[in-house]
């Protein structure tokens, strides 16, 4: 029963990760082009309810979604889980933040999509905008901790609220369109579920 459970797992995470790559790439075949208007919608409206709090607020929240704070935290929790002996779900999170910047890099340089103009003075950064490194990186780490934290519904919850308004963060600021925090969210969830595919077999096969 065990085996038939893990083995219904791993499918149902391996077709979780071709849908999200599906929509990925056709996303980004659409960007630019047929999605321009949704973006400027999407960054005129959110533009229009600007406030000094607001901007402050997410100013704040954008940098739980930096490089510098996943990579930290994700450090943190890893090292954690070598100290209490949890060593595969160590690996298993170094893992999940190594690949998650490398394919970054890879889809940034693939799909070099200029960035839009930033608002409120934000800095624009260097690097290109599709797909937003912010949204694949905090759903990546803050989505990898709440699940091999085995934490109750409440904090699965709070972490995908915090993962969400990361992503509002970039649009708010005007550093990406609302396409690029998309298919951030879509790289990381087809990277998520690739991963857990593999931990549940590794998992099967020492049984």
Do not use: N
């Not at 406030?51 to 739980?64: A, D, H, S, V």
């Not at 890099?105 to 999509?113: A, E, G, I, P």
């Not at 990406?176 to 096969?205: E, F, K, N, S």
């Amino acid at each position: 029963m065990f085996q038939v459970k893990s083995r219904r797992f791993e499918l149902a995470t391996l077709l979780m990760a071709s849908i999200a790559l599906l929509c990925l790439f056709w996303l980004s075949s659409k960007a630019g082009g047929e999605t321009m208007q949704f973006d400027a919608d999407v960054r005129g409206a959110i533009h229009s309810i600007g406030r000094p709090w607001l901007t402050e607020l997410f100013g704040t929240i954008t940098l739980l979604g930096s490089q510098a704070a996943v990579t930290g935290i994700s450090g943190c929790a890893a090292l954690t889980l070598f100290l209490v002996g949890r060593r595969d779900r160590a690996w298993l999170m170094v893992a999940v933040m190594a690949g998650a910047e490398l394919l970054l890099s890879m889809l940034k340089v693939h799909f070099h999509r200029p960035r839009p103009e930033a608002f409120f003075g934000a800095p624009l950064p260097g690097s290109y905008s599709f797909p937003s490194g912010h949204a694949l990186l905090s759903l990546c780490c803050y989505g990898a901790l709440a699940a091999l934290s085995g934490a109750k519904w409440l904090v699965r919850i709070l972490a995908a609220a915090l993962i969400l308004a990361i992503g509002v963060s970039r649009v708010y600021l005007g550093v990406h369109y609302p396409t690029d925090v998309i298919g951030g969210y879509l790289a990381g969830i087809a990277w998520l579920c690739c991963l857990a595919a593999i931990y549940g077999r590794l998992a099967t096969m020492k049984r």
